[in-house]
């Protein structure tokens, strides 16, 4: 992997060793050199990062806007039907090209000189290329299959769509790998259709939401609608499973008796469980069985930036948008199958309620990363305690560990280039 002055830049950062995979550094969160290092050699290095669901990208001529780290790509279905993805920024002067979030189109153009890219990124227009009477214009050797947009590698998983800037980035199915594909599949087990998109902006580092999705426990202290109606809590049956690195984690839940569930909260006085709450529509929580595996909750998180959500009936990907150092985007996209009747897909859409900015589960978790970033802000040398659950990283069959987050700060630390 050829590194950029950027990514070889030093970052003056102390990952304390003898703490084990216990022990993350705040300065993770907080340094922009940090960020900019992650840029290179994780975005822009052999990974393979989530651009989109090949439904919507469905016809040729459809194409949607989006980032692989915080650079902005197009993914575009050419007239064969060939997928592509390439840098959305012109050759030219290096404004963005396609300025929409989606549509179909055949030709893409720069709005600030005209110089236009086909559906693969090609240039195939620039204006007065030749001059005005034989005045101004490109000399006689301007070619325009010089100047395309930067073009990347691009693959599908089951309907899911992936890009690389690297050509040394090992084959989807394997950077996938054996333990997370059995669970893709689970989802993405037919042809799916787009519901609708819900975007949060989030004022903290996109690894606090990479940590949250990774983290079992919290989801039944931090949501009271979690604990209170019984779509997740910690006493449920589940655990943890990760792939070989650590990178990828994938966390299930599923249901026990009532009785056995609530005796770990009953007398402990923990906020999240309240018995007297009720819903004024409990149809939001009717459900109906879909999968062999019945899970009440499947979160799983493919390294950098895509977790693939199954809560109740509620289908999402969420994608996580680095901004900045201290900031990220988080878009999710609702998806049912095109086989779907019409009484699930109106659950689906009920249920898509539970999550988002202003849902009845997640509309914390964005917040409570954010109260992490406030507070660290300016204790960069202090360290933050992962040791819930054991020390290592190895799969758990229960709900109580922060073992995924750690197997994800082992593989970060190793991927950065940290010692």
């Known amino acids: 992997m050829s590194l950029s002055p950027m990514d070889n830049a030093p970052v003056a950062l102390s990952w304390p060793t003898t703490a084990g995979l216990t022990s993350v550094p705040y300065q993770v969160f907080c340094d922009p050199a940090v960020y900019h290092r992650e840029q290179e050699r994780i975005f822009r290095g052999p990974t393979w990062s989530y651009v989109g669901l090949e439904a919507e990208v469905a016809n040729p001529g459809d194409f949607r806007s989006t980032f692989v780290g915080d650079t902005p790509v197009v993914v575009s279905r050419d007239k064969a039907g060939k997928l592509h993805a390439f840098v959305n920024r012109c050759a030219h002067r290096g404004a963005l090209v396609c300025r929409e979030s989606r549509g179909n189109r055949t030709t893409h153009t720069c709005i600030y000189h005209q110089w236009?890219?086909?559906?693969?990124?090609?240039?195939?227009?620039?204006?007065?290329?030749?001059?005005?009477?034989?005045?101004?214009?490109?000399?006689?050797?301007?070619?325009?299959?010089?100047?395309?947009?930067?073009?990347?590698?691009?693959?599908?998983?089951?309907?899911?769509?992936?890009?690389?800037?690297?050509?040394?980035?090992?084959?989807?199915?394997?950077?996938?790998?054996?333990?997370?594909?059995?669970?893709?599949?689970?989802?993405?087990?037919?042809?799916?259709?787009?519901?609708?998109?819900?975007?949060?902006?989030?004022?903290?580092?996109?690894?606090?939401?990479?940590?949250?999705?990774?983290?079992?426990?919290?989801?039944?202290?931090?949501?009271?609608?979690?604990?209170?109606?019984?779509?997740?809590?910690?006493?449920?049956?589940?655990?943890?499973?990760?792939?070989?690195?650590?990178?990828?984690?994938?966390?299930?839940?599923?249901?026990?008796?009532?009785?056995?569930?609530?005796?770990?909260?009953?007398?402990?006085?923990?906020?999240?469980?309240?018995?007297?709450?009720?819903?004024?529509?409990?149809?939001?929580?009717?459900?109906?069985?879909?999968?062999?595996?019945?899970?009440?909750?499947?979160?799983?998180?493919?390294?950098?930036?895509?977790?693939?959500?199954?809560?109740?009936?509620?289908?999402?990907?969420?994608?996580?948008?680095?901004?900045?150092?201290?900031?990220?985007?988080?878009?999710?996209?609702?998806?049912?199958?095109?086989?779907?009747?019409?009484?699930?897909?109106?659950?689906?859409?009920k249920q898509a309620n539970l999550v988002g900015p202003a849902g009845y589960i997640s509309m914390e978790d964005g917040y409570a990363t954010e109260l992490v970033q406030q507070a660290i802000a300016r204790e960069k040398d202090e360290c933050s305690l992962l040791a819930f659950g054991g020390t290592g990283r190895e799969n758990q069959e229960n709900l109580l560990t922060e073992s995924a987050i750690r197997g994800y700060w082992d593989y970060y630390h190793d991927v950065m280039g940290f010692h």
Not at 208 to 214: A, C, D, G, R, T
Not at 216 to 240: C, D, E, K, M, N
Not at 292 to 297: G, P, Q
Not at 330 to 348: K, S, V
């Open 116 to 349: 236009s890219y086909n559906q693969q990124g090609d240039l195939i227009g620039v204006p007065f290329r030749t001059g005005i009477r034989r005045q101004g214009g490109y000399p006689a050797d301007f070619d325009l299959a010089q100047h395309s947009l930067r073009k990347l590698r691009v693959d599908t998983y089951n309907g899911l769509i992936f890009a690389s800037f690297s050509p040394k980035v090992e084959p989807l199915a394997d950077y996938l790998g054996p333990a997370m594909r059995p669970w893709l599949d689970r989802v993405f087990n037919r042809p799916v259709q787009v519901l609708g998109y819900a975007r949060q902006f989030v004022h903290a580092n996109w690894k606090l939401y990479s940590e949250n999705v990774k983290d079992p426990y919290h989801a039944s202290l931090l949501h009271l609608f979690h604990t209170t109606f019984g779509i997740y809590r910690s006493s449920q049956g589940g655990g943890v499973i990760m792939d070989e690195s650590g990178r990828h984690s994938m966390l299930r839940a599923y249901k026990k008796t009532e009785q056995e569930e609530v005796a770990a909260y009953t007398g402990k006085n923990i906020r999240s469980y309240q018995t007297d709450y009720t819903l004024a529509d409990p149809s939001l929580l009717t459900s109906r069985k879909e999968f062999e595996v019945e899970l009440t909750n499947h979160i799983q998180m493919i390294f950098p930036c895509l977790v693939v959500q199954q809560i109740q009936n509620t289908l999402a990907t969420r994608h996580i948008l680095p901004k900045g150092p201290d900031q990220f985007e988080l878009l999710f996209t609702f998806f049912g199958y095109d086989d779907d009747d019409e009484e699930i897909r109106n659950i689906r859409i």
